[in-house]
């Protein structure tokens, strides 16, 4: 019996790919320690994501393939995570306490966005991220009631804000500010106003995503964020239905336009489930997402059912990811949570806030 060497290892975990990377481990630059002992072998593995859900069968897979090496009999796979802040639009300042801002958009009303918002902040808070999320709707605000939150933020200081926490994730949101019943009859420089300061005044701590839950359309609120906002990426979320998907074209162009990376597209209510016999059907038509994803060269992330459960869940402030952890549809949105950051974490990694402002003075 021969001990197995080092590149051996190697290049068995080359052969190991990682589903939502779409790359091998090495490739990818996972392998952080390779440690051969006799016939032990001992590794530590670092993604740039977050994948509670998803380390059971990756393990399984590194241990496949090295137990396979002649000489190996115990393998022991130490994992961690290590979530970077990427690259944003040109000339934009990061905002404090966040290292990565997801924009969530649909062209049209109706196609369940805030909900695929809030499910994703809670799946990738599942998965092991710190994660924030903000209400930018400024007219309908819907998170504090999705997140069952009821209270007033506070201010410690006088100048910023306290996040509320709910389910063990930061948000903010105008609706913490006002009464419930209380229409917003504000103007377009109001509502963007209003947007800016509830994003840079709120005390975030240590955020790795920050969920943004746009408006609909493609108006003020959507431009103020292009120019201000440093935005890592955005996801569109859309029906099957043709006339949304001709809406949420327009939003991906206009992602296109103001030079934020589309990180892809979620089709929401893509089947229906009867909530009597289990059937499911193609009520908006099938396959716009996957189409409209082919055709601008974008991932599709995933699709999600049209399920009485969802609507029931969040509007009883216990979205479907909190409610029923274990469930079809919360185990589509972790594999969601985890497509998107897997594929946030394979762009341009942003250094700038580790370095310092050089001020140059005259004396």
Known sequence: MSDVSTQQV???LKEVVDPYLELDLVAAKAVKKINVDGSKVSLDIELGFPAKGHVGSLTSKIKEKITALNGVKDVSVKFSTNISSHGVQKGVKPIEGVKNIIAVASGKGGVGKSTVAVNLALALSAEGANV??????????SQPMMLGA???PESKDGKSIEPIMSYRIQSMSIGYLIDE???MVWRGPMVTQALEQLLKDTKWKDVDYLIVDLPPGTGDIQLTLAQKVPVTGAIIVTTPQDIAL???RKGLKMFEKVE???LGIVENMSTHICSQCGHEEHIFGSGGGQKMAAQYNVD?????PLDIRIRQETDSGRPTVVADPDCRISQIYRDV??????KLSLRKKDFSAKFPNIVIQNT
């Open 246 to 248: 001709l809406d949420a």
């Open 260 to 262: 934020i990376p589309v």
């Open 150 to 152: 009821k209270m007033k």
């Open 10 to 12: 190697e290049t068995a």
């Open 181 to 183: 019943e209380t229409p």
């Open 132 to 141: 924030g999320i903000l209400d930018a709707d400024i007219y309908g605000p």
């Open 337 to 342: 949570a985890r497509r998107v950051s897997a």
């Open 300 to 304: 599709f992330l995933g699709s999600l």
